[in-house]
């Protein structure tokens, strides 16, 4: 059982590091543009090229899985991490940069795609009594937090210490060394249980529309708060923009935390609500003749807090109607969504930057946008849950 338990916060540990190199370079995207000319649109492809690994590491996963176990396909997306970050600290150019991102997308695939089942299932080895509901939710809020994580520490880094483009990537592959050690000792829970593959399973459309409009917003906000930073609040620091990106993933992990006994119609309609409030305060405050720095960082606080509510309550809504055989499948499809919403938003932004459009500008188009989709998926999908339970009544 101690092993077990023992694994557990291996696993535990192994994700936080993995997820949190995701977001680690957000901060440091400004000394990029600077040392390699690179535009606004260049950027926001770099920002977001890593959505495209993961997204495709997510559809492997199930087959990865299948043949060399949970901790093996854990060791594989550490190992992949520690590639990626060696190959950002050596490859000083744009191409170095790009493979290195796409790299970090495959092992955040693999490791978001397989531990949150490998946590739940070492939580029930260690206690067969125990309820899955902890594990679950550490699981989840690990897969959210600790992408502010990165940002912060390389913020940080940046700011304080010499070589900003080289000693983070140093930092991870030495937590990488540690986290693989800890793998290693690791029991193995098996292959997956879900006899599906993703896309074999058929993601409600409100759901999926949920989730991607959820971290269209986050991913609006983290992929153009250091231009805004820089730009209109005219605050160069690393560390700020690493602690504003802090700020919002943190917000989402407590709005998890505190809606842990409310039922998931009710954290999804309040994460709805959380995200249009924050999208307006975003607008209103870039928008002001005096922009405000506080309220551009309660505004994204407040769509953190909505996106990660939003997230808890759309997968609670469909986890629950979803045969136990289908739940791996149908959470890999609800995480591609994710991913796509954290990345799709942002390229768009640095097509209309690229092409002329004011930050300000910018960020009201999309936010209006993403607004809409967010009450739209709130509405269908909340609608849907009252029309089945009448049904059911």
């Known amino acids: 059982m101690t092993r077990y338990r023992s694994g557990f916060w291996a696993v535990a540990f192994a994700f936080l590091i993995v997820m949190a190199f995701a977001t680690l370079p957000s901060p440091l995207y400004g000394l990029y543009r600077v040392r390699d000319g690179l535009s606004a649109f260049t950027i926001t492809i770099v920002y977001a090229i890593w959505a495209a690994g993961t997204i495709a590491a997510l559809i492997a996963v199930p087959f990865i899985a299948e043949r060399i176990g949970r901790r093996g396909t854990m060791l594989a997306a550490v190992a992949t991490m520690m590639v990626a970050a060696g190959e950002l600290a050596a490859w000083k150019s744009l191409p170095g940069l790009l493979i290195g991102r796409t790299l970090t997308g495959f092992a955040v695939g693999m490791a978001a795609g397989t531990a949150i089942t490998y946590l739940i299932e070492l939580r029930l080895r260690a206690d067969p009594n125990a309820s899955p509901a902890i594990a679950r939710t550490i699981g989840t809020s690990l897969n959210v937090g600790a992408l502010g994580i990165g940002p912060l520490v390389a913020g940080f880094l940046a700011q304080r210490a010499a070589r900003p483009l080289t000693l983070p990537y140093l930092v991870w592959i030495a937590l990488g060394a540690v ?116 309220l551009f960082l309660v505004s994204g606080g407040l769509i953190g807090a909505g996106a990660g509510a939003v997230f808890k309550g759309t997968t609670g809504l469909v986890l629950d109607g979803t045969a136990p055989a289908n739940r791996v499948a149908m959470t890999a499809e609800l995480l591609i969504a994710c991913f796509v919403g954290l990345s799709v938003p942002v390229i768009g932004a640095g097509v209309a930057l690229d092409q002329g459009a004011s930050a300000p500008n910018t960020v009201l188009g999309f936010a209006i946008l993403v607004g809409l989709g967010v009450a739209g998926a709130g509405w269908g999908l909340l609608g849907r849950r009252t029309s089945s339970s009448a049904q059911a009544a």
Do not use: D
């Open 179 to 294: 986290a693989l050690v800890g793998l290693a000792a690791a029991p193995e829970t098996g292959a997956p249980a879900a006899s599906q593959a993703p896309f074999s399973v058929r993601l409600p459309v409100p759901a999926g529309a949920g989730t991607l409009a959820a971290f269209a917003a986050n991913g609006l906000f983290a992929g153009l708060s250091g231009l805004f930073l820089a730009t209109t609040f005219h605050r160069s620091s690393h560390a700020l923009a690493g602690l504003t990106l802090f700020i919002v993933f943190t917000a989402g992990v407590l709005s998890q935390l505190l809606t842990a006994s409310l039922r998931a119609s009710r954290v999804f309609a309040l994460g709805t609500l959380s995200m249009l409030l924050g999208l307006v305060l975003l607008v209103v405050a870039v928008r002001l003749s005096t922009p405000s720095l506080a």
